[in-house]
């Protein structure tokens, strides 16, 4: 599964949600792309109160407290 990451610089829950997307990975073919949404004024408009946020196919999965148990329903989806 390819995954969408937003998150931006010095944002506590994104690390926290790049840790569980590490973990998910470990065990289950999970790719993501990371994107900086304080480097595309759009995107930063469109996410800046959600990050970080998880897309998949165009469609955001899930956002802000990220868990490991998140995670990994994207998976089983």
Not at 18 to 42: G, Q, S, Y
Not at 46 to 65: A, C, D, Q
Request: charged fraction near 35%; hydrophobic fraction near 35%.
């Amino acid at each position: 599964m390819h995954i969408t990451f937003y998150t931006r610089p010095n944002c506590e829950l994104c690390e926290e949600a790049e840790r569980m997307l590490k973990l998910v990975a470990e065990d289950h073919p999970l790719e993501w792309e990371t994107i900086n949404i304080e480097e595309d004024e759009e995107i930063h408009e469109k996410y800046m109160l959600m990050i970080p946020v998880i897309e998949h196919e165009g469609r955001v999965r899930t956002y802000g407290n990220i868990g490991y148990i998140d995670v990994l329903e994207l998976i089983d989806e």
